[in-house]
T-cell receptor
Framework: NAGVTQTPKFQVLKTGQSMTLQCAQDMNHNSMYWYRQDPGMGLRLIYYSASEGTTDKGEVPNGYNVSRLNKREFSLRLESAAPSQTSVYFC??????????FGSGTRLTVV | GEDVEQSLFLSVREGDSSVINCTYTDSSSTYLYWYKQEPGAGLQLLTYIFSNMDMKQDQRLTVLLNKKDKHLSLRIADTQTGDSAIYFCAEPPPNAGNMLTFGGGTRLMVKP
């Protein structure tokens, strides 16, 4: 049972480059989320998808876009990376009050 | 700012008990959660408590819920060096489906 799988685990980008972070879950959860975690800032919600076909902005959506490709997959795209987007990114999924299941994270450095 | 509040840091000696505290905002929350994040890893669900309970015990873990004061605590008995991690409490915000609001996390350091 893989749970939530994120790829890549590590990435270094130059300022202005674009990339897509991939996330897939195999638990048939309806809801999926993207968070970033920075030192001293806790978890901040970037975007979420309450169900297949819907996406909504979270607390810090600027500079990001998302796609809920199907029920399993929820991707996060950085169109033009900036150093301020250096962070650890977590994907999570949830359903029916069961709490979240998190992926292991993507460590992104923008130079 | 965060609606779910935790202290930032706790340091204990190995073998002592640890108590991590959390205050939350929504008195109608049905579940409250504790997550553990070990260094370099994602968050893992540690335990949860239903809002109709005052206490839940699971081996070395005891969760206490004071609904009147909207206060949640996690007690770890006989704390081990492997318990060193960041602990997050979380509650479902009102009318937000499956979403959770997380506290800022408490970093627990266990000294040998």
């Amino acid at each position: 049972n893989a749970g939530v799988t994120q790829t890549p685990k590590f990435q270094v980008l130059k300022t202005g480059q674009s990339m897509t972070l991939q996330c897939a879950q195999d638990m048939n959860h309806n809801s999926m989320y993207w968070y970033r975690q920075d030192p001293g800032m806790g978890l901040r919600l970037i975007y979420y998808s309450a169900s297949e076909g819907t996406t909504d902005k979270g607390e810090v959506p600027n500079g990001y876009n998302v796609s809920r490709l199907n029920k399993r997959e929820f991707s996060l795209r950085l169109e033009s990376a900036a150093p301020s987007q250096t962070s650890v990114y977590f994907c999570a999924s949830s359903d029916r009050g069961d709490g979240y299941t998190f992926g292991s994270g993507t460590r992104l450095t923008v130079v | 700012g965060e609606d779910v509040e935790q202290s930032l840091f706790l340091s204990v000696r190995e073998g002592d008990s640890s108590v991590i505290n959390c205050t939350y905002t929504d008195s109608s929350s049905t579940y409250l959660y504790w997550y553990k994040q070990e260094p370099g890893a994602g968050l893992q669900l540690l335990t949860y408590i239903f809002s109709n309970m005052d206490m839940k015990q699971d081996q070395r873990l005891t969760v206490l819920l004071n609904k009147k004061d909207k206060h949640l605590s996690l007690r770890i008995a006989d704390t081990q060096t492997g318990d060193s991690a960041i602990y997050f409490c979380a509650e479902p915000p009102p009318n937000a489906g499956n979403m959770l609001t997380f506290g800022g996390g408490t970093r627990l350091m266990v000294k040998p």
